[in-house]
């Protein structure tokens, strides 16, 4: 299967959403008025493509209609599919790569987000690459998650870093830089516990792992993702904006975007906070993984709504 019909299988809910809405304020041969193009504003919004993105394209509709550019409703979803891809830049969306050593990817976001499911999905899709890779096991609070990384690593085929539930974050970090240092390992994938922005006491955690991989390994953590649940919406955006106080993060991996009726979200959310989408999950299995593509990822969304 290729990677379009990966994200039309994956984006099912949304895109059956969006066809919906959209099909309602554009109808076929009808001519672009003032009225229609509010009535595509308030569709946009309603399928979560974000205040701010959305008044962006309704403006640049509304310039194109009075210009001429556009004169018909069925010319409205293939202008809006050109303007919505050329705002992802490709050089955003690649990992950034160490010059030497390790590449170290610090996974965060809060319980329930999907966030060991998609280090799992990420250690597979590197690991398919021929890469060597590193897990580092530094969610050490939750009962049970060293448990289920120490499984996944299994399936995989990918070496794990781990001490008991209750060790100190920092001490595991610690060890599995040195791990990847002495194995000439291509990637370090460190897990963190799920925290919130108000949970101070993780917070600090997270920034002490930080201190930690600086310290062993320069330039590190080279990326910083952080996994967001796709089927919760703008809260998404909430929540990207509050972990954005503590730490720098440098890319987004959306999970559960098969299973949403938001996939709306992945327009807006780079222009709301300034991140690129990185990875995307579109299913439970380790493979239900792929690199963000702008291109596939518009086709899809849009394919039954023309």
Same mark, same amino acid.
């Given at each position: 299967?290729?990677?379009?019909?990966?994200?039309?299988?994956?984006?099912?809910?949304?895109?059956?959403?969006?066809?919906? #809405?959209?099909?309602?304020?554009?109808?076929?041969?009808?001519?672009?008025?003032?009225?229609?193009?509010? !009535?595509?504003?308030?569709?946009? /919004?309603?399928?979560?493509?974000?205040? $701010?993105?959305?008044?962006?394209?309704?403006?640049?509709?509304?310039?194109?209609?009075?210009?001429?550019?556009?004169? &018909?409703?069925?010319?409205?979803?293939?202008?809006?599919?050109?303007?919505?891809?050329?705002?992802?830049?490709?050089?955003? =969306?690649?990992?950034?790569?160490?010059?030497? $050593?390790?590449?170290?990817?610090?996974?965060?976001?809060?319980? $329930? #987000?999907?966030?060991?499911?998609?280090?799992?999905?990420?250690?597979?899709?590197?690991?398919?690459?021929?890469?060597?890779?590193?897990?580092?096991?530094?969610?050490?609070?939750?009962?049970?998650?060293?448990?289920?990384?120490?499984?996944?690593?299994?399936?995989?085929?990918?070496?794990?870093?781990?001490?008991?539930?209750?060790?100190?974050?920092?001490?595991?970090?610690?060890?599995?830089?040195?791990?990847?240092?002495?194995?000439?390992?291509?990637?370090?994938?460190?897990?963190?516990?799920?925290?919130?922005?108000?949970?101070?006491?993780?917070? =600090?955690?997270?920034?002490?792992?930080? =201190?930690?991989?600086?310290?062993?390994?320069?330039?590190?953590?080279?990326?910083?993702?952080?996994?967001?649940?796709?089927?919760?919406? !703008?809260?998404?955006?909430? !929540?990207?904006?509050?972990?954005?106080?503590?730490?720098?993060?440098?890319?987004?991996?959306?999970?559960?975007?098969? $299973? #949403?009726?938001?996939?709306?979200?992945?327009?807006?959310?780079?222009?709301?906070?300034?991140?690129?989408?990185?990875?995307?999950? /579109?299913? &439970?299995?380790?493979?239900?993984?792929?690199?963000?593509?702008? &291109?596939?990822?518009?086709?899809?969304?849009?394919? &039954?709504?023309?």
């Amino acid at each position: 299967m290729g990677l379009f019909d990966r994200f039309v299988k994956g984006l099912a809910k949304t895109r059956d959403k969006i066809a919906r #809405s959209f099909r309602s304020v554009l109808p076929f041969g009808k001519k672009i008025d003032d009225a229609v193009i509010d !009535q595509l504003e308030e569709t946009m /919004l309603m399928d979560d493509m974000g205040p $701010g993105t959305t008044t962006r394209l309704i403006a640049e509709v509304r310039t194109a209609y009075k210009s001429g550019e556009i004169s &018909e409703t069925q010319e409205i979803i293939p202008f809006l599919k050109r303007r919505i891809v050329s705002y992802w830049p490709e050089s955003d =969306r690649k990992l950034i790569m160490a010059p030497s $050593g390790p590449t170290v990817i610090l996974v965060v976001g809060i319980n $329930g #987000s999907g966030k060991t499911t998609s280090v799992a999905k990420l250690c597979h899709y590197l690991h398919q690459q021929g890469k060597q890779v590193i897990l580092g096991a530094c969610d050490t609070f939750r009962a049970a998650a060293v448990a289920q990384l120490t499984e996944w690593s299994n399936r995989l085929g990918v070496q794990i870093v781990k001490h008991q539930q209750g060790a100190d974050p920092g001490a595991v970090a610690y060890d599995a830089c040195d791990a990847a240092v002495a194995r000439n390992a291509d990637y370090l994938i460190l897990d963190t516990a799920g925290r919130l922005h108000t949970q101070e006491h993780l917070m =600090r955690e997270l920034n002490k792992i930080q =201190r930690v991989v600086e310290k062993k390994i320069p330039g590190a953590p080279h990326e910083v993702l952080l996994v967001l649940d796709a089927t919760i919406g !703008q809260n998404a955006v909430n !929540q990207a904006k509050m972990f954005g106080q503590h730490v720098k993060v440098t890319g987004l991996f959306l999970a559960k975007l098969d $299973g #949403s009726a938001k996939g709306g979200i992945v327009i807006g959310i780079h222009d709301q906070i300034q991140v690129p989408v990185k990875f995307v999950g /579109l299913g &439970e299995t380790p493979a239900d993984i792929e690199p963000f593509d702008p &291109e596939s990822f518009v086709e899809a969304l849009f394919s &039954e709504a023309a």
